[in-house]
């Protein structure tokens, strides 16, 4: 399944709100399995499903999480070019993860409780209001 798939500018549009709420959670969790570079990240979050998601809005979401000590870098050797700054969790990051993947799935239960809720099928018992009166 890619995230990021859809047809409509609003399906790309809810897509991208969806995305924004939950990606530093899951840069915590792929870093947390693996440390990795940006590209690598990059290569990662689309492999997920999550579609293309841009240079331009990793390494800014990474600069973000190294302010706040979540995350720590160190230069690493590359095959082919300049070292690369190779990204890994930090002690607080490995605990702010364990915390944030909590609230995530009490916060998805809620969405899909509330999104299993079945309408009424037109013609039930139901008040109707109306809107002439």
């Not at 909590?102 to 999104?115: M, S, Y």
């Amino acid at each position: 399944m890619i995230v990021g798939a859809g047809g409509s500018d609003d399906s790309t549009e809810r897509q991208a709100q969806l995305l924004r709420g939950c990606l530093d959670t899951c840069l915590l969790a792929l870093l947390a399995a693996d440390p990795a570079h940006g590209y690598e990240l990059v290569h990662r979050l689309d492999t997920a499903g999550f579609g293309t998601v841009s240079y331009g809005t990793i390494y800014p979401m990474i600069t973000r999480l190294h302010r706040l000590g979540l995350v720590t870098n160190a230069l690493q050797p590359s095959p082919s070019g300049p070292p690369r700054k190779v990204y890994r969790l930090t002690d607080t990051g490995h605990d702010r993860l364990r915390a944030w993947r909590e609230q995530w799935f009490q916060f998805a239960n809620v969405v899909n409780q509330t999104l299993a809720v079945r309408p009424p099928n037109p013609g039930d018992d139901h008040e109707h209001v109306d809107v002439g009166r």
